[in-house]
């Protein structure tokens, strides 16, 4: 079974930074790749970034591009998220997912799921 647990998460400025970490327990080494998301109140929950482990091709989506940062740990089983120039906009709750097979990592074909951390990001 594997379990994935996010922390990092805070309140903060507009125009400041913060720093997601995910750190997986069990086969975290068979994974395809993995990713963050987000949900803000009222809406579905959207693609943020995601890594592939083999290779370590990254993804963003538009509106995070040239701002935030996917990385991997040296261990096989941690994934960050640093975000810069964080804006209101950006408040959420982040998950951290994982997926074993090869799928569309934009979108929400993952097998596992974090319980989330909270950004809010104020004017």
């Known amino acids: 079974q594997v379990q994935l647990v996010e922390s990092g998460g805070g309140l903060v400025q507009a125009g400041g930074s913060l720093r997601l970490s995910c750190a997986a327990s069990?086969?975290?080494?068979?994974?395809?790749?993995m990713g963050w998301f987000r949900q803000a109140p009222g809406t579905e929950r959207e693609f943020v970034a995601a890594?592939?482990?083999?290779?370590?091709?990254?993804y963003y989506a538009d509106s995070v591009k040239g701002r935030f940062t996917i990385s991997r740990g040296n261990a096989q089983n941690t994934l960050y998220l640093q975000m810069n120039s964080l804006k209101p906009e950006d408040t959420a709750v982040y998950y951290c997912?994982?997926?074993?097979?090869?799928?569309?990592?934009?979108?929400?074909?993952?097998?596992?799921w974090g319980q989330g951390t909270q950004v809010t990001v104020s004017s």
């Open positions: 890594i592939t482990w083999i290779g370590s091709s990254t």
């Open positions: 997912a994982a997926v074993r097979t090869i799928v569309d990592v934009t979108t929400r074909e993952y097998d596992y």
């Open positions: 069990g086969r975290a080494f068979s994974f395809y790749a």
